[in-house]
């Protein structure tokens, strides 16, 4: 079976511009959620869909970020415009409902 | 408000030794608890996890984990750690029934020497 996967593995932007981040989740897999991991930190929550209705985004900052998941199958995880203090690693889990919950490789995001 | 709390970011031991990573965690409702190691550059692989029954909890790779609720704990232990190991953990809580939503502690950086 093939797992979450996510796109682009690395972007480096500079301060202001804007980037996009997209993931396909584990097919059948309801539930999708987007996580942002500063370095030396753990993992935290972003924004959580059950097929293309948001759940929980209350740790989204909605002045720059936006997250989107048409059709509920792949999602976009955008950010505009960029800060210095947004580079971190983008991760996108998928689960069957409230199952476990499998991550993908990540993006990680260098801003300038 | 859940949270966990992960004694020690980095942890060293020698090839064959026990592995102990430890975990404290919060939660005003009955809690499920996680275990997942993260090899770098990659995503987060679940070792295992603790939902109710049975407190003791056997995962991937030898690893195992115990729920102590009387001292909010879930600790994860290696009888005989190998240097394919090293990896960074992460203890990670949600509500039973709460959306799913997890709540990681801020991880262990696990070093084996020869």
């Known amino acids: 079976e093939a797992g979450v996967a996510q796109s682009p593995r690395y972007k480096i932007i500079e301060k202001r511009q804007s980037v996009a981040f997209w993931c396909n989740p584990i097919s059948g897999h309801a539930t999708l959620y987007w996580y942002q991991q500063i370095l030396g930190q753990g993992p935290k929550l972003l924004i959580q869909f059950q097929n293309n209705g948001v759940v929980d985004d209350s740790q989204l900052p909605k002045d720059r970020f936006s997250a989107e998941r048409l059709k509920g199958v792949d999602s976009t995880l955008k950010i505009q415009p960029a800060k210095l203090e947004d580079s971190a690693v983008y991760l996108c889990?998928?689960?069957?409902?409230?199952?476990?919950?499998?991550f993908g490789p990540g993006t990680r995001l260098t801003v300038l | 408000a859940q949270s966990v709390t992960q004694l020690g970011s980095h942890v060293s031991v020698s090839e064959g030794a026990l592995v102990l990573l430890r975990c404290n965690y919060s939660?005003?409702?009955?809690?499920?608890l996680f275990w997942y190691v993260q090899y770098p550059n990659q995503g987060l692989q679940l070792l295992l996890k603790?939902?109710?029954?049975?407190?003791l909890v056997k995962g991937i790779n030898g690893f195992e984990a115990e729920f102590k609720k009387s001292e909010t704990s879930f600790h994860l232990t290696k009888p005989s750690a190998h240097m394919s190991d090293a990896a960074e953990y992460f203890c990670?809580?949600?509500?039973?029934?709460?959306?799913?939503?997890?709540?990681f502690g801020t991880g262990t950086q696990l070093k084996v020497e020869l």
């Open positions: 889990a998928s689960s069957f409902l409230t199952d476990t919950q499998y």
């Open positions: 990670a809580v949600s509500d039973q029934g709460g959306g799913n939503k997890l709540t």
């Open positions: 939660s005003s409702v009955p809690p499920y």
């Open positions: 603790y939902t109710t029954g049975a407190t």
